[in-house]
């Protein structure tokens, strides 16, 4: 007997291509009714009700009732972390039109890993964080520098607050369209919640790409020496 857990059993659910779709648009952190799932996976509500049973099932997805509505999202961080790490080792999408080309850039730009920011603002926010001294790199870890500390005050960021959370505070996610290690953890998600506090940052509608306001170009250049073309 096979005393191991069953990992074909996850295997086989994220191997369906849906169901793979809905877990990806689920990355935005957001929670969704199934009918915008299905819409943002290209099958049918039905069908996208049968496969978000099996997740809710398997613990990859969970879901929140309102009254009549169900509303579904990424079961947790470790999930999460799973699909973007998938992402990473897979081939490229095909490009067939150029709403799917402008989709798929705006997506490398800016975007959301589950609740911290990715793409390229991402890594140039971790890599400002890491060159300002903020941040030192150390293992599969990053790591607040006494700088860091004064800094996070001043952009009021409360770590003793942050590190309560009952999760990793500031661990390195591979990014899967920059190949290069981002900030993530509750400091991640932290400071994403701050830039769209700051109104630098906004969610786009069924996509989890990020765009970046007229303050946001000015804050991003006067507090991280970031450039936005």
């Not at 007997?1 to 877990?23: F, G, H, K, T, Y």
């Not at 730009?109 to 030192?136: F, M, P």
Request: aromatic share 6%; glycine share 6%; proline share 3%.
């Amino acid at each position: 007997m096979n005393p191991n857990p069953n990992i074909s059993q996850i295997a086989s659910l994220v191997s369906d291509a849906s169901r793979a779709a809905i877990l990806t648009a689920l990355l935005d952190g957001r929670y969704h009714p199934a009918g915008e799932l299905a819409h943002m996976a290209n099958i049918k509500p039905q069908t996208a009700s049968f496969h978000l049973s099996k997740m809710v099932t398997a613990n990859l997805v969970t879901v929140e009732k309102q009254g009549r509505h169900r509303y579904y999202g990424i079961a947790n961080q470790e999930v999460a972390q799973i699909m973007e790490t998938l992402l990473s080792i897979s081939p490229p999408v095909e490009i067939r039109s150029l709403n799917q080309a402008l989709e798929h850039k705006a997506i490398r730009h800016a975007r959301t890993c589950y609740d911290h920011l990715a793409g390229s603002l991402g890594i140039q926010l971790t890599d400002s964080l890491l060159s300002a001294g903020v941040l030192s790199d150390v293992g599969d870890q990053f790591t607040v520098t006494e700088k860091g500390v004064a800094f996070f005050q001043t952009f009021q960021i409360d770590l003793g607050r942050v590190k309560k959370k009952r999760r990793s505070f500031t661990h390195r996610c591979l990014d899967w369209s920059e190949r290069r290690h981002h900030l993530a953890g509750a400091l991640g998600h932290a400071l994403l919640e701050r830039l769209l506090e700051l109104a630098w940052i906004q969610r786009m509608p069924k996509t989890r790409a990020i765009s970046i306001t007229p303050e946001g170009k000015r804050g991003l250049k006067e507090t991280f020496h970031i450039d936005i073309e």
